[in-house]
Protein backbone atom coordinates (compact mmCIF):
# COMPACT_ATOMS: atom_id res chain seq x y z
CA UNK A 1 0.00 0.00 0.00
CA UNK A 2 1.20 3.08 -0.72
CA UNK A 3 2.53 5.81 1.74
CA UNK A 4 1.59 8.58 -0.79
CA UNK A 5 -1.42 9.93 0.85
CA UNK A 6 -3.06 13.35 -0.31
CA UNK A 7 -5.03 15.04 2.21
CA UNK A 8 -8.40 16.42 0.13
CA UNK A 9 -9.89 17.83 3.15
CA UNK A 10 -12.88 16.83 5.61
CA UNK A 11 -15.44 13.96 5.43
CA UNK A 12 -17.77 16.36 6.39
CA UNK A 13 -17.40 18.95 3.67
CA UNK A 14 -18.51 16.32 0.97
CA UNK A 15 -22.30 16.35 0.43
CA UNK A 16 -24.03 12.85 0.97
CA UNK A 17 -24.55 11.67 -2.68
CA UNK A 18 -21.98 14.13 -3.91
CA UNK A 19 -18.75 14.17 -4.63
CA UNK A 20 -15.82 16.72 -4.69
CA UNK A 21 -13.30 17.43 -7.70
CA UNK A 22 -9.90 16.92 -6.65
CA UNK A 23 -6.93 19.11 -8.60
CA UNK A 24 -3.66 16.64 -8.22
CA UNK A 25 -1.05 16.36 -10.06
CA UNK A 26 -2.20 13.66 -11.78
CA UNK A 27 -4.78 14.76 -13.19
CA UNK A 28 -9.32 16.04 -11.61
CA UNK A 29 -10.30 13.15 -9.32
CA UNK A 30 -13.45 12.85 -8.27
CA UNK A 31 -14.20 11.75 -4.78
CA UNK A 32 -17.67 10.55 -3.74
CA UNK A 33 -19.51 9.99 -0.51
CA UNK A 34 -22.39 7.38 -0.90
CA UNK A 35 -26.18 7.09 1.38
CA UNK A 36 -23.89 4.99 3.27
CA UNK A 37 -20.99 7.67 4.05
CA UNK A 38 -18.15 5.72 2.33
CA UNK A 39 -15.89 7.37 0.22
CA UNK A 40 -14.77 6.37 -3.23
CA UNK A 41 -12.41 8.38 -5.69
CA UNK A 42 -12.19 7.77 -9.36
CA UNK A 43 -10.49 9.93 -11.99
CA UNK A 44 -13.09 12.77 -13.07
CA UNK A 45 -13.44 10.90 -16.74
CA UNK A 46 -16.17 8.59 -18.30
CA UNK A 47 -14.73 5.55 -19.69
CA UNK A 48 -16.94 6.50 -22.92
CA UNK A 49 -16.09 10.00 -23.64
CA UNK A 50 -14.06 11.47 -20.85
CA UNK A 51 -18.03 12.99 -19.47
CA UNK A 52 -17.53 14.54 -16.06
CA UNK A 53 -18.54 12.00 -13.31
CA UNK A 54 -17.64 14.11 -10.47
CA UNK A 55 -21.17 16.16 -12.04
CA UNK A 56 -23.04 12.50 -12.10
CA UNK A 57 -25.81 11.35 -9.96
CA UNK A 58 -24.42 8.71 -7.56
CA UNK A 59 -26.63 5.97 -6.55
CA UNK A 60 -25.78 2.81 -4.25
CA UNK A 61 -22.21 2.22 -5.18
CA UNK A 62 -22.52 3.75 -8.64
CA UNK A 63 -22.39 6.96 -10.72
CA UNK A 64 -24.16 8.40 -13.66
CA UNK A 65 -22.25 9.88 -15.81
CA UNK A 66 -24.02 13.29 -16.84
CA UNK A 67 -23.48 13.16 -20.95
CA UNK A 68 -24.55 9.66 -21.53
CA UNK A 69 -25.79 7.93 -18.70
CA UNK A 70 -23.50 5.37 -18.81
CA UNK A 71 -23.39 3.75 -14.78
CA UNK A 72 -19.90 3.11 -13.37
CA UNK A 73 -19.15 1.39 -10.04
CA UNK A 74 -17.68 3.29 -7.81
CA UNK A 75 -15.27 0.87 -6.28
CA UNK A 76 -13.83 -0.17 -9.62
CA UNK A 77 -13.98 2.21 -11.85
CA UNK A 78 -15.75 -0.26 -14.53
CA UNK A 79 -18.78 0.14 -16.20
CA UNK A 80 -22.28 -1.25 -15.81
CA UNK A 81 -22.98 -3.86 -18.74
CA UNK A 82 -23.71 -3.74 -21.19
CA UNK A 83 -20.94 -1.08 -21.46
CA UNK A 84 -17.55 -1.44 -21.11
CA UNK A 85 -15.02 0.43 -20.12
CA UNK A 86 -12.82 1.73 -16.93
CA UNK A 87 -11.78 4.69 -15.70
CA UNK A 88 -8.67 4.76 -12.82
CA UNK A 89 -10.08 4.48 -9.23
CA UNK A 90 -7.79 5.34 -6.27
CA UNK A 91 -7.62 4.24 -2.89
CA UNK A 92 -9.20 6.17 -0.11
CA UNK A 93 -8.44 6.54 3.70
CA UNK A 94 -10.27 8.51 6.60
CA UNK A 95 -8.45 9.46 9.57
CA UNK A 96 -10.06 11.60 12.48
CA UNK A 97 -12.20 12.77 9.74
CA UNK A 98 -10.06 14.17 6.94
CA UNK A 99 -10.18 11.89 3.84
CA UNK A 100 -7.21 11.40 2.04
CA UNK A 101 -6.03 9.53 -1.39
CA UNK A 102 -3.21 7.97 -2.68
CA UNK A 103 -2.43 8.29 -6.66
CA UNK A 104 -1.40 5.04 -7.09
CA UNK A 105 -4.36 3.81 -8.96
CA UNK A 106 -6.05 0.81 -7.59
CA UNK A 107 -5.70 -2.62 -9.77
CA UNK A 108 -8.70 -3.70 -10.96
CA UNK A 109 -9.20 -7.42 -12.46
CA UNK A 110 -12.34 -6.87 -15.14
S1 LIG B 1 -19.16 10.42 -21.57
FE1 LIG B 1 -20.02 9.34 -19.92
S2 LIG B 1 -21.69 8.29 -20.78
FE2 LIG B 1 -20.80 9.28 -22.46
Same mark, same amino acid.
Given at each position: ????? #? ?8 ? $? #??? !? ?6 ? @?????? &? ?7 ? !? @? ?6 ? =? #? ?11 ? =????? $????? &?? #? ?7 ? &? ?6 ? @? ?7 ? @???? &???
Amino acid at each position: MSENW #LKVGKFDDIP $K #LGS !RLVKTADG @DIAIFR &TSEDEIFAL !R @DSCPHKQG =P #LSQGIVYGKKVSC =PLHDW $KIHLD &TG #LAVAPDEGC &TASFPVKI @DAGIVYISL @DEKK &TEE
